[in-house]
C-alpha cells in the first residue's frame, strides 16, 4: 500500500492502493508506521505521492459504507491521528500531488510543508460536505491552518474542484511542473528545505502549528463525538450511497 524509495537523504512514500489510491484503515495504519520508523532514520525530508494518474482519491466509501458504524468508530481517529503525525513530522514534507487530490486526498496533501503538483489532468478540493459528512476536527483544522482565509469557506463549504492553475492562483499549491518532472522538482524542494539545520527547522514548524494543536487540544473531543455521531447515523450513510450512485452514473 505504501511503497518506500530512497534518494540520498530524502525518502520518498508512494501511496499504491487501488486505482484511486482511497484511504481505509489499513492504509492509515501503514502510513502511520512508515512515519514512526522515519522518525527514528537519519532521512532529511520527505516526499509524499500518489501511484498512476491519482493522488487520493479520499476515504474509501464504500468501505465505510459496507462496515457501518463499527468500522466508522474505528476509522475516524485512525483518520485524524495518522493525518496529524504527518502534520507534525519534525522535518520537511513536500506532496508531488501526480493528479487528483480529492477530499481526504486534498487533506493528505495540506499536511505536507509544500505543494507541488502536476500541470495536467489533476483537481484538488473537498467534496465532505456535497458528500454529506461533516469534518473531523484535525482535518478541518489543517485545511484552516494552510488554505488562505479568502477562499476557505468557498472550499469547505461549496465541493468546488480546481485544476492546477487555478489551484495555484488560489494559494492551494504552491508551484506546477510537467508531468515527467515532477518527482525530480519534489526531491529538489525537499533537498533545499533540508538545507536549513533541522532543529530550527522542527522547533520552528512545531509554533507555528502551535494555535492549531491548542485548539484541538480544547475542541477536537467534543467535535469528533458529534462527527461520530454523524458519520455512523443510517441517514448519513444513505447520503453517501447517493452520492456514490451519482458520481458512478456521471462516469
Not at 42 to 63: E, H, I, N, Q
Not at 143 to 161: E, Q, T
Not at 197 to 202: E, L, M, N
Not at 232 to 249: C, F, G, M, N, Q
Request: charged residues 25%; hydrophobic residues 45%.
Amino acid at each position: 500500500m505504501i511503497e518506500r524509495e530512497d534518494r540520498d537523504s530524502i525518502a520518498i512514500l508512494r501511496i499504491e492502493h487501488g486505482k484511486a489510491n482511497t484511504m481505509d484503515m489499513e492504509l492509515l495504519e501503514e502510513t502511520s508506521r512508515e512515519l514512526a520508523k522515519l522518525q527514528h532514520e537519519p532521512v532529511k525530508a520527505l516526499v509524499m505521492t500518489g501511484s498512476g494518474r491519482v493522488f487520493s482519491a479520499g476515504v474509501d466509501l464504500y468501505r465505510l459504507l459496507e462496515g457501518g458504524a463499527e468500522y466508522v468508530r474505528a476509522f475516524l481517529p485512525r483518520l485524524n491521528s495518522t493525518l496529524l503525525e504527518l502534520y507534525r513530522f519534525p522535518r520537511p514534507v513536500i506532496a508531488a500531488v501526480n493528479g487528483h487530490a480529492i477530499a481526504g486526498g486534498f487533506i493528505l496533501a495540506c499536511c505536507c510543508d509544500r505543494r507541488v503538483m502536476v500541470r495536467d489532468g489533476g483537481k484538488v478540493g473537498l467534496t465532505e460536505l456535497p458528500v454529506g459528512v461533516p469534518f473531523p476536527s484535525v482535518p478541518l483544522e489543517v485545511v484552516r491552518s494552510v488554505v488562505p482565509s479568502r477562499i476557505l469557506r468557498d472550499l469547505v463549504c461549496g465541493g468546488r474542484l480546481f485544476l492546477a492553475d487555478e489551484a495555484l492562483q488560489a494559494g492551494l499549491i504552491d508551484e506546477i511542473v510537467d508531468a515527467e518532472g515532477l518527482l525530480d522538482r519534489a526531491i529538489e524542494v525537499a533537498e533545499e528545505l533540508a538545507r536549513i539545520p533541522s532543529g530550527a527547522f522542527g522547533l520552528t514548524k512545531q509554533w507555528i502549528q502551535e494555535p492549531v494543536l491548542r485548539r484541538l487540544e480544547r475542541s477536537a473531543p467534543a467535535h469528533d463525538a458529534e462527527v461520530l455521531r454523524a458519520w455512523s447515523d443510517p441517514e448519513t450513510h444513505a447520503a453517501i450511497r447517493r452520492y456514490v450512485e451519482a458520481t458512478l452514473k456521471a462516469k
